[in-house]
């Protein structure tokens, strides 16, 4: 599943991009990401319907949780969302219902390949579009507000499909990709008007002819050095990981 990115961006990427409305928050708050764990739920890019583009953190929480300590044990288990099931899972049908879809931009984005039945033995590799610096992850989203302090917590998750010829060979352990949207149909996932049909129609495995990865070092996982540096995503022979 994916739960590791890179948001090589700037804000003025993402404008020309997008050609949407840039939050103040986000203008403020928001710097580039080599490598964004998403387990440390930072606030980041989001682009929403209202063609507006907003920060929100990755770990879904819906509407019905009851307090703090519960949403924040759920978010780890909603960084990701298969969409063959997302109109049935509780924690998500509401927002898939309401059409809370949107597009998380992104650079590229990394997975392991399982050197062993075990996976005591994982080669960390970064995958990226070959012609495309920033692409668009389908998502969905919610809003959850803690009733002890009205705080609000706004949060997405990925959406992702079944793995593409190329994903498979990396991603050999479960086979699955996150859902990228190609360009021309960015705005069509954003249509409120979409039916069922539509929205898991686009829910498709990204055509690999158009995708390119590399293997790359250790450090992704290191425990004494920073991750979020530009040096994550250089390319190493994979007989030389360190």
Known sequence: MCYHDSK?????????????????????????M???????????????????????????????????????KLRNQTLNCISEEMYDKPSY?????????????MTGFFEWRWEDSKGKEKTPHYIYLKNQKIFSVAGIYAAWTDKS?????????VLTTKANKLMEGIHNNKKRMPVIIPKMYEKDWLNPELTKDDVLAMCQPFDDDKMEAYT???????????????????????????
């Open 216 to 242: 790359i070092s250790k450090l992704i996982t290191s425990r004494k050095e920073s991750s979020n540096v530009p040096k994550v995503l250089e390319q190493v022979d994979s007989g030389m990981l360190f």
């Open 8 to 32: 090589d961006f700037s804000i003025s990427d993402l404008e020309n991009y997008y050609h949407y409305n840039l939050e103040d928050r986000l203008k403020e708050d928001w710097s580039r």
């Open 34 to 72: 080599y490598h964004e764990n998403g387990f440390n739920h930072i606030p980041s890019p989001v682009v929403l319907a209202s063609n507006a583009v907003s920060l929100y953190s990755w770990g879904l929480i819906p509407w019905f949780i009851k307090s703090l300590p519960d949403a924040l």
């Open 149 to 157: 302090n009205d705080q609000e917590f706004l949060t997405y998750s």
């Open 93 to 105: 049908r509401d927002s898939i219902k309401k059409g809370q879809r949107c597009l998380i931009p």
